[in-house]
């Protein structure tokens, strides 16, 4: 059974930082891009970030660019999002998500309908 599963949320005041984890069982994804999205109440989900197989693309919307990275550890079969000099309007619940085509990175990872796997969610509260 394949399960990705987050942990790192919690409240931190704006201008702070958390680091999200997320851990994939069940398969490998290290052929697989992953990504990072968010939904806060009352709005549709929003894609974060996205990383390649071998981490070295990565990309992320406006919103968040120069404030959060995203990273992989392949044999930790983990992908991490750091989220630094947060904002309150960064409050989301936040998932991570793996496509499960191989070898790939485009900019259509930007859509939650490319990723076949998404974990529970962790929420993340930034206080103003």
């Known amino acids: 059974q394949v399960q990705l599963v987050e942990s790192g949320g919690g409240l931190v005041q704006a201008g702070g930082s958390l680091r999200l984890s997320c851990a994939a069982s069940?398969?490998?994804?290290?052929?697989?891009?992953m990504g990072w999205f968010r939904q806060a109440p009352g709005k549709e989900r929003e894609f974060v970030a996205a990383i390649s197989w071998t981490g070295s693309n990565t990309d992320y919307p406006d919103s968040v660019k120069g404030r959060f990275t995203i990273s992989r550890d392949n044999a930790k079969n983990t992908v991490y999002l750091q989220m630094n000099n947060l904002k309150p309007e960064d409050t989301a619940v936040y998932y991570c998500a793996a496509q499960d085509r191989l070898f790939y990175s485009g900019s259509d990872w930007r859509y939650g309908s490319q990723y076949a796997y998404w974990g529970q969610g962790t929420q993340v509260t930034v206080s103003s």
């Open positions: 069940g398969r490998t994804f290290a052929y697989n891009a």
